[in-house]
């Protein structure tokens, strides 16, 4: 009689139990979930997208990408992690995967479950000896028609809290005073750098640190030369007419990459406290340097961390 140690069970967004899957293993496994969602698209038609809220769809998702688990459908599904359980992911998860933050799911909690749990809550003492998948099967009979019997008005109170959740929104943006697009294009770029990975400590951070900055001196160094070459040849007044028009669209562009060089390597020199004339190669083992590297990565990870956590008490 224990062999099912649990359940799980694949729900639609009016909270009516679709499918159930007996467990029998400790905890809740990633097959549980493909399985119950490849039930579902045999019978769905081929044109059909989906939308899953699940506790940990994130991990899910990343597990269809790198192991190539539903990847018949994985162009098909949009995966979201439930209300309840988004505020435990970290913020770089959260502006992904919250459903409130995604196109397509609008006010959807993914809660069905939860809710389902508690109806049934009452039979977890009785179900562990006799008769279980009779009395489920019948429990869940009489909660889909239930729900099914008052369908009508619980789409009418959605609709009425979706409209009225609409027209708040709406206000607010006119009062923002920008257009929508704009808002948009700065979500987009918000989502971009708050995703990116954190810098990490390392031993060789300095080291690392230096060869980049004696690279971008080289090229810095490449792109002068090339500036000279089109000066002269521009100065030069027995050159070609096809060669002095070419010195003049190129030289305006490697005048841009190098300002942009130089900018980057400003940047980099402040970062390890250098000037134009130190001598990079005796600082690639310094010890004082590598810590300096270390301690700023850190920095980073504690000011990125701060500002996420400032973001979810928004």
Known sequence: ?????????LLCCHDIVLFLANMCSAGEKQHYVMALVETLFQHLPLEFRLGILYDIGCQVERS??????????????SFGISVFHAFGHQWACQIIYHPQKCRGF??????????????????????????????????VDYARDEIV????????????????????????????????????????????????????QSKKAGKDAVNEL?????????????????????????????EYTDAWTELESVCKKLEELRTRIRRKQ?????GDRTRLTNLINNPFLALQMQTL?????LHDRL??????LD
């Open 214 to 242: 004696i690279r971008l001196r080289e090229t810095q160094s490449d792109l002068k030369k090339r500036v000279k070459e089109y000066d002269a040849i521009i100065a030069d007044v027995d050159s070609p007419l096809d």
């Open 64 to 77: 269809c990408v790198k192991w190539g688990f539903l990847d018949r459908y994985i162009d098909r599904i």
């Open 270 to 274: 402040a970062v390890l406290g250098v």
């Open 106 to 139: 609008g006010l959807s909690d993914g809660e069905g479950c939860e809710r389902f749990w508690h109806s049934i809550s009452k039979l977890i003492a009785y179900l562990r000896y006799h008769q279980r998948l009779y009395t489920l099967d019948h429990q």
């Open 297 to 301: 990565a850190l920095k980073q990870q």
């Open 149 to 200: 019997e008052g369908l009508g008005a619980w789409l009418l109170r959605q609709s009425q809290h979706a409209l009225k959740k609409r027209k708040a929104a709406e206000l607010i943006l006119q009062g923002c005073g920008h257009q929508e697009v704009l808002l948009r294009a700065q979500w987009d770029a918000q989502v971009a750098a708050q995703t990116k990975p954190l810098p990490r």
């Open 1 to 9: 009689f224990f062999d099912d140690t649990a359940l799980m069970a």
């Open 307 to 312: 500002r996420f956590r400032k973001f979810e």
